[in-house]
């Protein structure tokens, strides 16, 4: 979301106002002097009771849909279905055929997970189906086995409305990175790795990963970025008695990221699969790692990843077991280094161009 308003503020080719939530993970609060206004309401927390968290939810639908009132944009673009309330009724009570509809689904989502969720969202994605879906302008998904499964999903949208946003950094991040590249790479000296994101014992293979590090006994080095994390599995990388591990639970800030990525050797994605949604996520931090020169391991179960894996030029991409490492994988990484240059050029500006486009015509 981040980067899309930033290019469509660079761009300055949109009068942009945006509705959404604090972020109550105490990160930094993006603002952009080049977009109109952003308003925020409380976003539910963990503690809150059934109560708080349902005034919450109708604070942000109140406020969305009273700024859309007023604002009468002739352009929408929302995300998820969490979204989707006061758009609907905006445009159910108030639209006409002048006023178009993007919608951008960040994640997948069968129809198990809506059956099971909330229930608002579940009445918010029924909206969408009969209404929402139909109207638009635009779906997109993050690749194309999530865009394959939602048109499986949906068979009365048309394939020519849905595309593929992938999560790729801003072209910003080259630039960066590149200037950085040659503060390493001494491959005799222990290898570092580094985790960026969220994390959780149960959907993520961090135990067996931390036990692999210490079983190395200093070959390598291991860096946790994640202030994202479920009770236990703070208290458990807190607890690890390791000087090979180093757990930073403040996190980083996301334009800070390519500074802290320059200085590793390897990133790591650690998702077990446990969701469709996880198996064929193609996450955010492979395009992250690679624009910042890393080599990439990522667990075997993300099928979604398979199409990027390439073992034959540096960085690598690799797709590895996670509970069964092979021993030669160190070796491997400092013979790699012979292998010609891949020429990664991910660029979100070129991925959204054409959506801005089509929201600017």
């Known amino acids: 979301m981040v980067n899309l308003l930033n290019t469509i503020a660079e761009k300055k080719l949109l009068n942009t106002k945006v509705w959404t939530t604090h972020n109550n993970k105490r990160r930094k609060v993006y603002h952009n002097n080049n977009l109109m206004s952003i308003s925020r309401t ?30 009468n944009p002739k352009v929408i673009l929302y995300y998820e279905s969490y979204s989707a309330g006061p758009v609907y009724w905006y445009l159910k009570w108030f639209g006409d055929k002048n006023k178009r509809l993007f919608i951008h689904c960040h994640e997948y989502f069968d129809a198990q997970w809506y059956a099971e969720g909330m229930s608002l969202v579940k009445l918010y994605h029924i909206r969408e189906k009969n209404y929402l879906y139909p109207k638009a302008t635009w779906i997109s998904q993050t ?3 999530r865009v394959a499964l939602f048109l499986e999903d949906h068979p009365n949208i048309s394939k020519s409305k849905v ?18 590249k040659g503060i390493k790479k001494n491959t005799n000296v222990p290898l570092k790795f580094v985790y960026i994101g969220s ?12 036990n692999w590090v210490i079983l190395k006994n200093g070959k390598v080095d291991f860096a946790i970025y994640a202030f994202n994390t479920s009770i236990d599995t703070h208290n458990y990388l807190s607890a690890i008695n390791s000087e090979y591990i ?6 980083v800030e996301y334009e ?26 193609v996450s955010n931090k492979l395009f992250e790692y690679l624009a910042c020169g890393l080599e990439v391991w990522v667990t075997k179960e993300q099928e979604g990843s398979m199409s990027y894996l390439d073992r034959n030029r540096q960085p690598r991409i690799m797709l590895l077991d996670f509970e069964n490492f092979d021993e030669t994988l160190i070796e491997s990484y400092k013979n790699s280094k012979k292998l010609p240059l891949a020429n990664y050029n991910f660029s979100f500006e070129n991925e959204c161009a054409i959506l801005i486009g089509m929201m600017n015509c």
């Open 42 to 71: 409380d976003a539910p927390k963990k503690g809150d009771n059934k109560i708080f968290r349902l005034v919450k939810y109708a604070l942000f639908n109140i406020k969305t849909f009273l700024g859309l009132l007023f604002f």
């Open 143 to 145: 690749n194309a086995q």
């Open 163 to 180: 595309h593929v946003i992938k999560n790729h950094p801003p072209n910003s991040w080259i630039t960066l990175s590149t200037a950085k």
């Open 199 to 210: 994390l959780s014992l149960e959907n993520t293979f961090i135990r067996e990963f931390c």
């Open 246 to 251: 180093n757990y930073l639970p403040v996190g």
């Open 256 to 281: 800070k990221i390519p500074q802290i990525l320059v200085k590793y050797d390897i990133g790591v994605i650690l998702y077990k699969g446990n969701t469709l949604n996880a198996k064929l996520c």
